[in-house]
Every structure is written in C-alpha cells, then in structure tokens.
C-alpha cells in the first residue's frame, strides 16, 4: 500500500520532470513541513496518512491566508501564486463539505445538545464537541464554529 508521502514524493518527481515550477515547488514545501513534523519531538517517526493530510490542509490553510494578505496588500500576482498552490495542495485532500451538508450536521449536534440540556450561546462547547469528529478533515475549524454559532443563534 501506498503511503500518502510516498504519492507526493513520486508527483514530486513526476512535476519535476515534466519542469512543472509551481507544482514542484509547492510539493517541495510541503513535503518539507512533513519532515518537519516527523523530526519534531523527542525522537523521529514516520507520520500516518491523517497525520500527512493535517500538515497538508495546514499548509493550504498557510496558501489561503497568505493569498488574502496579498490580494488586501495589493499583489495581485503574488496572491493568484499563493492560490494556485493552494489549489494544488487541495487536490491530495478530502473533498470538503458544502455549506448545506455542514448546516445538516451541525443542526444534528445543536439538537443532540439540547436534548443533553445544552441550551443558547453557552452551548457552543458542547456543540463543537459533538460535530468536530464527525466533519474532522472536511470542514475548517472557522467554518465549523461559524456554522454553529448561527445555529444556536436561530
């Protein structure tokens, strides 16, 4: 079986043959903030699949931030790089919820708190608690809290 590194690093390779700059750069960084994360701590070890993919919604996470500084700061060009990248990055994640399966899924946990007695904005703990494992992976953590705090405001 294939390791989720090991299919970087082999379109690692691929990109650089192909002289693809942009996709072998970003796959360069990328790879390197694996390393990065595997010599951290006390001794090395080799990180699992979900462990890869946390660095690589991390790291497109890092894109999507720097392509709005850009954009607000006025550099365009930079910021169209720094979203291409992150594009790139996107495409080794899980596809991400859409707003209307979120809602779903966090409307499911708001009333599961409520049933536990978890009522009104002091809730969002209790909420978050129950819909963080289910959209782990599939939603940012600022989407997530966004969407439930809606939710228990309706």
């Not at 090395?44 to 850009?70: G, H, Q």
């Not at 990248?85 to 859409?98: F, N, R, T, V, W």
Request: hydrophobic share 45%.
């Amino acid at each position: 079986m294939t390791t989720l590194k090991a299919t970087l690093k082999d379109d690692l390779t691929a990109s650089i043959r192909a002289r693809d700059e942009l996709r072998s750069a970003t796959l360069r960084m990328t790879l390197t903030a694996i390393t990065k994360e595997e010599v951290a701590g006390t001794q090395a070890r080799e990180l699992s699949d979900d462990e890869v993919l946390k660095v690589i919604a991390r790291e497109a996470k890092k894109r999507r931030e720097a392509a709005e500084a850009f954009a607000a700061g006025g550099r365009a060009e930079s910021a169209e790089r720094e979203l291409a990248e992150g594009a790139i990055l996107d495409a080794y994640l899980p596809k991400q919820l859409s707003d209307e399966e979120l809602t779903v899924l966090v409307d499911a946990a708001v009333a599961e708190a409520r049933a536990a007695g978890a009522e009104g904005p002091r809730a969002m703990g209790a909420v978050m608690k129950l819909v963080n494992p289910k959209v782990a992976g599939l939603a940012e953590g600022g989407r997530v809290a966004a969407a439930v705090k809606r939710a228990l405001q309706g």
